[in-house]
Each structure stands twice: as structure tokens, then as C-alpha cells.
């Protein structure tokens, strides 16, 4: 069973950086071939991809994200991590981790942590 | 980027009805489609990936169709538990996935 938590603040200040972290139990970032992405959600709306990072460390940004977003892999950990810069009023949702496979979507989420954007 | 449209945007129904859910891309990705269901507060769950294969798990009352463009997602008699949202989400240029604006099923 793979299991993924997400942590990080759940209230970051305009303009600031957000920095989250996924854990990852069950499964090894450094040898399983997936990518492992987040996502994110504004309250009452759609699901968004923010970005992914595969096991070798290469990473694939959301266009409309990309100049913002940094993943990156820390592999003696398990963990995976998210910044997004810049932040704003719309960066408030719940960001998911998850495990990407290439065939079937997505497996695995973490259970998601509410982050506001507020002064 | 690849839109996904998904309709009706919400589906009054009873229990013990056959559902189908709709799903359209705006241009092909071939079978590499996927179906969600998500309920409040919670994490989506895979249901349905490569158009029409069950994730593990999931119960045969639920089926997926299609290729290229169009897709629907079809529960052969509704359950009490599946009054939840529902998405496609393509992923034919893998990791970059995108996602309908999700179907509310709602107990008539």
C-alpha cells in the first residue's frame, strides 16, 4: 500500500512563497518509475496539475504554473517537495501529492492540505 | 493544452438507476483517459483508467467507454455512496494531464 501526506502552513501571506512537502511510504521515489505530481483545488471548484517530477528527477510544469512552480526530489527522505511563488488570493485551495503512472492516470493521492492566501 | 468537457454539470437521479456521464475531448487522446470520483473534503479515487479498464477494487456496476474525442462513464445501477462528483481527466501527453470540470450527482 503507498501512502503519501502531505505538510506544510496553511496560511501563507500575499507574494510569499509556499512550500509544501510529500512523504511517501510503500514505494521508493528513486527507483519506481512514476512520475509523482501535484495538484490543486480552489474551494468548490475543478481539479488543476501543477507539475511532476519523475523518479530520475526530471520535471514537467503546468504552462500556465511554470514560471512559479519549483518540484524537486529528496530522495533520502521519500519526499517530494512544492514552492510556489508569487503567491495570491487565487492560489488559495487544497494541494494534493500523488503517484502518477504512465498508463493509467493517477493511483495515489495524499489526503490534501488547505492552503489560504492572506494577509 | 487539451480540454476536457464534461456534461451534464449536475444529474438529478434515484437510487437504482443506470447513469452515463459524458466526456469530450478537444482533440484525441486516444484511450488515454481516466475517471474520478471525488467525494467532500476528500482525495479523487481512481475509478476507470484507459478508457474502460476498472482501477482495483472497484465494483463491476461501474463501466467506461469510448476513444479519440468522446468518452462516458456508465453506472449500471446507482448506489447510496455514489452521489458524489465525478471527473475525466486525460493523459495522452503524460505527466501533463487536464481534467473535466466534473458531473454532481444528486439524489432526485
Known amino acids: 500500500q503507498v501512502l503519501l501526506q502531505e505538510s506544510g502552513p496553511g496560511l501563507v501571506k500575499p507574494s510569499e512563497t509556499l512550500s509544501l512537502t510529500c512523504t511517501v511510504s510503500?514505494?521508493?521515489?528513486?527507483?519506481?518509475?512514476?512520475?509523482w505530481g501535484w495538484f490543486r483545488q480552489p474551494p468548490g471548484k475543478g481539479l488543476e496539475w501543477i507539475g511532476s517530477?519523475?523518479?530520475?528527477?526530471?520535471?514537467d510544469y503546468s504552462p500556465s504554473l511554470k514560471s512559479r512552480v519549483t518540484i524537486s526530489l529528496e530522495t533520502s527522505r521519500n519526499q517530494f517537495s512544492l514552492k510556489l511563488s508569487s503567491l495570491t488570493a487565487a492560489d488559495t485551495a487544497v494541494y494534493f501529492c500523488?503517484?502518477?503512472?504512465?498508463?493509467?492516470?493517477?493511483?495515489?493521492w495524499g489526503q490534501g492540505t488547505l492552503v489560504s492566501v492572506s494577509s | 493544452e487539451i480540454v476536457m468537457t464534461q456534461s451534464p454539470g449536475t444529474l438529478s437521479v434515484s437510487p437504482g438507476e443506470r447513469v452515463t456521464l459524458s466526456c469530450r475531448a478537444s482533440?484525441?487522446?486516444?484511450?488515454?483517459l481516466a475517471w474520478y470520483r471525488q467525494r467532500p473534503g476528500q482525495a479523487p479515487k481512481l475509478l476507470i483508467y484507459?478508457?474502460?479498464t476498472r482501477a482495483p477494487g472497484i465494483p463491476a456496476r461501474f463501466s467506461g467507454s469510448g476513444s479519440g474525442t468522446e468518452f462516458t462513464l456508465t453506472i449500471s445501477s446507482l448506489q447510496s455512496e455514489d452521489f458524489e462528483v465525478y471527473y475525466c481527466?486525460?493523459?495522452?501527453?503524460?505527466?501533463?494531464?487536464?481534467f473535466g470540470q466534473g458531473t454532481r450527482l444528486e439524489n432526485k
Open positions: 481527466q486525460q493523459y495522452n501527453k503524460w505527466p501533463r494531464v487536464t
Open positions: 500523488s503517484r502518477q503512472g504512465y498508463s493509467y492516470g493517477v493511483d495515489y
Open positions: 510503500g514505494d521508493s521515489l528513486n527507483t519506481s518509475p512514476y512520475f
Open positions: 482533440q484525441s487522446v486516444s484511450r488515454n
Open positions: 484507459a478508457a474502460s
Open positions: 517530477i519523475y523518479y530520475s528527477g526530471s520535471t
